[in-house]
């Protein structure tokens, strides 16, 4: 018992002399934290003032969607509490589902439109485009610089290395079916990819899409446009099946309709040309022509009928989404955090200094050890 007594205080006591030698240690190398902590310190403020300002508005939607009646009864609720959908097995389903939003969103169709679109920016007298506002008029921060080509310069250097030479003999394609991508809209996409996101809360039922922009205005436009595009692509994507059956329809009317007035031309003609019928084949002939104005007619009712149903399930599958908290002009930034930007580099630059003052001693040796050897 004495012996463990005497080992567990000869523990304490050794402990605590290696955190006198720590302590002492960390006193000697104030001056290297200092100097990391200061060093550090600016960076972060450097950073903090440089950075782009950015502005954030965002709005909340819900997609009203048409429930189907799957026919399983409770085997569909039991289904989708162990994670699958059975409603969008069905084969007559088209319904797009918000999960594919964020895709949506990110295709270059939706992106392009958003690029390509005017919007009012301050100090300007007219609105213009982010591509022409970005390749005309702003201004790039010198932070961007040098942070592109010292922290991103391994970037740079991939994307050099990686681009390969178009091959002569390639195959053609059809510049109608296939888009085409510059330069300047592939850089922009990149920005978009950050500043355009959908969150969709699946247990809730709502979809969030947030807008990132250089001015409060601006970014409220972008919000708003981008949410009146996911509602169109979204509504074009629904109706599509009715819009499709809705055009052919309509030009099934308009031969039957044509043929409609034709047979009744004949037939007024034939009246007009034989006022009095008396012989068995004029009478046939007017039965005849009766005939096919009756068919022409018949047909060209019905078909006007599934015109108009046609018209209606437009209508009917368009689908409606419900505003919960409408786009709204930020009144402050959400970009850069000064404050956090500085502390996180002041905890680094401690980080640092501590790691520096503890591992420099053995780094001195290891140095001393190799050139002896």
């Known amino acids: 018992m004495n012996i463990d007594r005497d080992l567990s205080s000869r523990t304490r006591y050794d402990y605590e002399i290696d955190l006198t030698v720590l302590a002492k240690r960390l006193w000697n190398g104030r001056k290297s934290i200092l100097g990391f902590l200061l060093v550090f310190t600016i960076i972060g403020i450097f950073i903090g003032l440089f950075s782009p ?50 895709q949506i969103i990110q295709s270059f169709p939706f992106q392009r439109a958003i690029i390509h679109s005017s919007y009012n920016w301050n100090g300007l007298p007219k609105p213009v485009s982010l591509m022409f506002y970005y390749d005309s008029i702003y201004k790039i921060n010198p932070f961007g ?53 959908v969150t969709v809360n699946s247990k809730e039922g709502y979809i969030t899409l947030t807008a990132i922009g250089p001015e409060p205005l601006v970014c409220a436009q972008i919000a708003l446009k981008a949410q009146q595009l996911l509602q169109k692509q979204v509504a074009e994507f629904k109706i599509d099946k009715a819009k499709q059956n809705f055009i052919f329809v309509q030009s099934l009317f308009e031969e039957k309709e044509k043929q409609f007035y034709d047979s009744q031309l004949r037939l007024a003609n034939f009246r007009d040309q034989n006022h009095n019928l008396e012989s068995a084949k004029a009478k046939t002939e007017e039965e005849k022509l009766q005939s ?82």
């Open 53 to 102: 300002i950015e502005y954030t508005s965002k709005t909340v939607m819900v997609p009203q969607i048409q429930s189907k009646s799957t026919g399983l009864g409770g085997l569909g609720s039991l289904a989708a509490m162990a994670g699958f959908n059975l409603d969008a097995l069905q084969s007559g389903s088209s319904e797009l589902s918000p999960l594919v939003y964020p």
């Open 145 to 197: 610089i040098i942070k592109k080509y010292t922290i991103g310069l391994p970037q740079v250097l991939f994307k050099y290395l990686k681009h390969e030479p178009v091959e002569k003999n390639c195959l053609s394609l059809d510049t109608k079916s296939v888009m085409t991508i510059s330069k300047e809209e592939r850089d922009l996409r990149i920005l978009l990819n950050e500043w355009l996101t």
């Open 292 to 373: 096919e104005y009756q068919l022409a007619f018949s047909v060209y009712s019905e078909v006007a009928k599934q015109l108009e149903n046609a018209k209606i399930k437009i209508k009917e599958d368009t689908p409606i989404f419900s505003i919960i908290e409408p786009v709204s002009i930020p009144n402050e930034k959400s970009k850069p955090k000064k404050v956090v930007i500085m502390v996180i580099w002041f905890f680094i630059g401690g980080i640092l200094g501590v790691g520096y003052v503890f591992g420099n001693p053995y780094f001195n040796d290891l140095l001393n050890k190799l050139k002896s050897n």
